[in-house]
């Protein structure tokens, strides 16, 4: 293995193909961060909110645009053969990437968001009656909660939150006491994008599993750090977002059990996802069409694809060693701050420094940090119910990844 954290110079990151990559080469990989800032070199350390992109990807967008771009699926034209291989083929390495043995289960979406949109909208009217149960944990995102919120008002059904502990962990033998036989739908985020904390999925999923209860995990940070295995996972369904992991933005996957996601009614109507329409009654087609109605974000998901086909060069325990090293330097420094609290202390965490500042407001420790170009995120991060369980109304949260250097989190702890 040829990473090493003796000394800046030395990180190394080994290659399947090719020879080994500095950091100062990786990250010439990724043009945005040579920019500066009114304030001087760009800091990038707002990842988790959304990561810069790599040539490879900027190069695969201008190809399709200028090479390939045209409708998919029905044309019998060569472009449109070309759009449509490479669409599917597209869904195909993303299939690898994830373990799916089958690339129908892998729906393209326009982001996480939507994907458990559409999951709640189906079990809504597939499965969730009055009195059932929907149990999330206390730290999940809006868009792990509201969807189930609106399924929950239109059946009768009521959504449950399994607590938080004060280190910023889950509680995850208070979550499992909750669950029973009411239980019908839980859903649970793998990495928190407040916390950075990583929850104990495999665990979780097993106890909802004894219940009888449809799993969905939030994959969106979790699968920016390390890899995911969906046919080892034992969840029903799993999301995340392109572009946190590198792709464009407005395309995302809902990955699903294929006997799970053939039992959802459809999502949206329109052209592609049918079989045959007419005024006496319409037939859908099976998955992944029948979830992908209209022209889909053709460029997106080959985009996409073109981002996890260069991450996958990586030993990605090298990559993850390395953005940990970066967190634990910056917990070093965030814990001389006086004054300063971090908000996860949790045994497995990963990615973020979450933090509150006495008698300074997140907003303006954001601002502060942008006069040197130094770009983090504050506010809520769409985790109200978990600021209100902490009594803060936000943190400021700086998110790493393997592109960044010691030097940067350095400069944040100045």
Not at 173 to 196: E, R, Y
Not at 311 to 330: G, I, S, T, V
Not at 372 to 399: D, K, Q, W, Y
């Amino acid at each position: 293995m040829f990473f090493s954290m003796s000394a800046e110079s030395e990180v190394i990151f080994s290659r399947r193909k090719g020879p080994p990559l500095s950091l100062a080469e990786l990250r010439a990989e990724f043009p945005i961060l040579a920019m500066r800032t009114p304030a001087g070199p760009l800091v990038y350390l707002d990842n988790a909110a959304t990561a810069q992109k790599p040539k490879a990807v900027l190069d695969r967008l201008q190809r399709y645009y200028t090479e390939e771009n045209a409708n998919i699926h029905r044309g019998v034209h060569h472009l449109s053969q070309v759009a449509t291989e490479a669409y599917e083929s597209a869904r195909k390495s993303i299939a690898a990437f994830m373990g799916a043995a089958n690339p129908a289960e892998v729906i393209f979406t326009r982001g996480a968001t939507e994907g458990v949109n559409l999951v709640a909208a189906g079990l809504r009217e597939s499965l969730l009656k009055p009195g059932d149960e929907i149990l999330v944990t206390g730290m999940e995102h809006h868009a792990n909660i509201v969807p189930w919120q609106l399924a929950a008002g239109r059946t009768g059904a009521v959504v449950k939150a399994a607590p938080v502990n004060d280190d910023g962990s889950l509680d995850a033998d208070a979550m499992i006491a909750m669950m029973s036989p009411k239980t019908k739908v839980v859903g649970v985020v793998w990495v928190s994008n407040a916390l950075g904390t990583i929850n104990p999925v495999a665990r979780v999923i097993a106890a909802a599993r004894a219940v009888g209860a449809t799993v969905l995990v939030d994959a969106c940070q979790s699968i920016t750090h390390f890899d995911l295995d969906v046919s080892k996972l034992g969840a029903d369904y799993v999301v995340f977002s392109g572009h946190k992991l590198f792709g464009p933005t407005g395309i995302g996957v809902l990955w699903g059990r294929a006997d799970r996601l053939s039992e959802l009614p459809p999502y949206q109507g329109g052209g592609d996802m049918i079989q045959r329409v007419s005024f006496s009654g319409t037939t859908y087609r099976g998955i992944p069409e029948r979830f992908e109605a209209g022209t889909p974000d053709i460029s997106g998901a080959i985009g996409l694809a073109a981002a996890v086909d260069w991450l996958r060069q990586f030993d990605r325990r090298e990559l993850e060693a390395h953005e940990n090293a970066l967190l634990r330097r910056a917990e070093e420094l965030a814990d001389a701050v006086p004054g300063l609290r971090r908000l996860s202390r949790a045994p497995e965490r990963c990615g973020v420094l979450s933090f509150v500042l006495d008698g300074a407001h997140p907003h303006d420790i954001g601002t502060y940090l942008d006069a040197s170009g130094i770009a983090v995120r504050t506010g809520h991060h769409c985790c109200m119910p978990l600021m209100e369980r902490f009594g803060i109304p936000g943190t400021t949260r700086a998110s790493f990844a393997f592109y960044n250097t010691m030097a940067e989190v350095e400069a944040l702890g100045r």
